[in-house]
């Protein structure tokens, strides 16, 4: 897993973090527009109410980042 600073100076940019049918349905979109898609394991928001919402970061949501191919 590259790190954030990575990501961001290899050109990506952070969109939003999903799971399910529509983290599915956005990297369809993203790949429609032309965009590279790459998903990286989601960071619980250090503001997360209690240690199950960080549980469940790790476990099942993905944060999209896309770049323009080219």
Same mark, same amino acid.
Request: one cysteine or more; hydrophobic letters at 35%; a negative charge.
């Given at each position: 897993? =590259?790190? *954030?600073?990575? #990501? +961001?100076?290899?050109?990506?940019?952070? &969109?939003?973090? =999903?799971?399910?049918? *529509? %983290?599915?349905? @956005? !990297?369809?979109?993203?790949?429609? %527009?032309?965009?590279? !898609? *790459? %998903?990286?394991? =989601?960071? @619980?928001?250090?503001? @997360?109410?209690?240690?199950? &919402?960080?549980? &469940?970061? $790790? #476990?099942?949501?993905?944060? +999209?980042? !896309? $770049? $323009? $191919?080219?």
């Amino acid at each position: 897993m =590259a790190t *954030r600073e990575e #990501l +961001i100076r290899d050109g990506w940019e952070e &969109c939003f973090t =999903a799971f399910g049918e *529509r %983290l599915k349905e @956005a !990297v369809e979109m993203y790949e429609e %527009l032309g965009f590279e !898609v *790459r %998903l990286e394991q =989601a960071e @619980a928001p250090e503001d @997360a109410p209690d240690e199950s &919402c960080k549980t &469940c970061f $790790r #476990l099942f949501d993905k944060t +999209i980042w !896309v $770049r $323009r $191919r080219g």
